[in-house]
């Protein structure tokens, strides 16, 4: 019986009977088909159609799963999220208080520049290294440094080859053999590009400091610190506000006194503060940096019409206008410049993507550190509800302001590759950007000096304060070439307390 069932397979096959295409021979299987079985036809074969296949398929589970976490659960992650790496077992039941700087730090990761190194230069080492600042050194041989390059001097020196900074009658002939060198093509070494604007406190520390020096230090508004070994000048590493926050952060259950605040509000701590210097994303993308620099602070709030949160911007940034190609971007809005960098992720990395730099006031210290950790931030803005997006077209009516609320009693202040600019790129409003539906109404921010602050009094040390470095830092921006522009951008500033209820 099998032999001939065989032949008859064999004359099938020679006579060239025909056989629907896609179909095979299977050996018979164990397992149930899920195709659905059609009638045969005495003159035709049919073969189910896609639709007529789904009729009979079993419901999906998903329709009846129960979520396995509760709206309660979701709100305890938020409040208390989980590290983002792991502890070190090196600083496992030590006191922070006793750890010293010198093991914070990689010599590996200091990237030198020499004083005579021309911008450009620079400029490309900071942009191409993963560092965020380059030590200033007088020659290769040395291993000292004398001070910093930073995203804050490539804005200053951006602002001067734009024309945007107007020099005061002291400055006025070294600001003109700086434009002549520019002219003719000559280089511009580091040195005048640094004595362009204000100076980042220059503070040096031994390997051997421990972690109270350091977070006292960070606490009083000072941003990096510079470790040097031990009865010398030569630099072993740098430490910032964010690498120190990160250690706290991810080593936290090994320090108590630090560890125990992570549950409580920002407004139960009483952290932040309730001035913030915003601009509104309608206004021209130079005159953010103008105000940045002005102004001596590394970001700022970008807001629409009604003080909702759309986006943030900070020096950083600077990156992506190093390109001749990138010039009318300065003249155009932020939130054009926004959308291109959006454009540009989309086809590089095949998705857009829109940083979150908010929290609220009830957020806990946890969510708001993991934030600043995640984005590696420098502040967070604090919002309230969001208010109604105007859905006409944008005012300039505030292009920027200082937020002064009154109800906090606090007074603390506050690498991505260059792109060619979308020509086709549309001009959007500020109302229109994804970021307004998410965030809120500005009413505060929250930066890494509070938190550190706070830990230092938390842990019986005695910071400067902030707020005077702040004011320190902003009279020395604003009294060299730049103070002829700022003038202009403060001329319509508005205490929006007055004006948005």
Not at 1 to 16: F, H, K, T, Y
Not at 97 to 124: C, P, Q, W, Y
Not at 367 to 393: C, N, Q
């Amino acid at each position: 019986m099998a032999e001939r069932a065989q032949r008859s397979l064999e004359n099938a096959d020679r006579s060239g009977s025909p056989r629907p295409s896609g179909d095979s021979v299977h050996a018979p299987s164990s397992r149930p088909s899920m195709h659905l079985k059609a009638m045969p036809s005495p003159t035709i074969s049919h073969r189910p159609s896609f639709n007529e296949q789904l009729r009979g398929m079993p419901q999906s589970p998903r329709s009846s799963r129960h979520f396995s976490i509760s709206s309660v659960g979701v709100q305890d992650l938020l409040n208390n999220p989980p590290k983002s790496g792991a502890e070190d077992p090196a600083f496992a039941g030590r006191d922070w208080r006793d750890i010293t700087v010198g093991e914070l730090v990689d010599s590996g990761e200091v990237r030198f520049v020499e004083i005579d190194t021309g911008i450009e230069d620079a400029t490309n080492l900071l942009i191409t290294s993963s560092a965020n600042v380059l030590l200033v050194r007088l020659s290769h041989r040395e291993t000292s440094a004398i001070g910093t390059f930073d995203y804050k001097d490539l804005n200053q020196y951006l602002l001067f080859a734009t024309g945007s900074l107007q020099p005061d009658a002291e400055h006025r002939v070294f600001f003109d053999e700086l434009a002549s060198k520019a002219q003719q093509g000559r280089k511009i070494p580091v040195k005048d590009a640094k004595a362009l604007g204000s100076k980042e406190p220059f503070v040096i520390l031994p390997s051997t400091a421990n972690l109270t020096e350091a977070v006292e230090t960070f606490g009083g508004g000072v941003h990096r610190i510079v470790i040097v070994q031990e009865g010398s000048d030569k630099v072993t590493g740098i430490l910032s506000q964010w690498n120190l926050i990160k250690f706290l952060w991810e080593n936290g259950r090994s320090f108590q006194s630090i560890d125990q605040l992570y549950p409580q509000t920002i407004k139960d701590l009483g952290i932040g503060s309730q001035s913030v210097i915003s601009i509104n994303g309608d206004k021209p993308l130079k005159e953010a940096l103008v105000l940045m620099d002005g102004e001596g602070v590394s970001s700022l709030a970008v807001v629409d019409n009604q003080q909702n949160v759309v986006g943030n911007i900070s020096t950083v940034d600077v990156k992506l206008l190093t390109k001749s190609s990138s010039a009318p971007l300065l003249d155009n809005t932020y939130i054009h410049f926004i959308s291109v960098i959006l454009s540009t992720r989309g086809m590089n990395e095949g998705q857009d993507s829109v940083p979150v730099f908010h929290v609220s006031s009830y957020s806990t210290l946890a969510h708001t550190v993991a934030k600043l950790v995640a984005t590696k931030s420098h502040r967070m803005w604090v919002v309230d509800s969001p208010s109604p997006s105007s859905s006409g077209p944008p005012t300039p009516s505030v292009p920027h302001a200082v937020v002064q609320n009154p109800y906090h009693a606090s007074t603390a202040p506050q690498a991505t590759p260059s792109f060619t600019p979308l020509a086709s790129t549309p001009t959007v409003s500020a109302s229109a950007l994804p970021g307004v539906n998410m965030s809120g109404r500005l009413s505060g921010v929250v930066s890494l000096t509070d938190i550190l602050n706070l830990f230092a009094r938390a842990s019986g040390l005695n910071p400067s304060d902030p707020a005077e470095t702040r004011r320190h830092r902003r009279r020395s921006s604003s009294s060299s070439f730049v103070r002829g522009s700022l003038d202009s951008a403060r001329s319509s500033s508005v205490d929006v307390s007055k004006v948005v209820r």
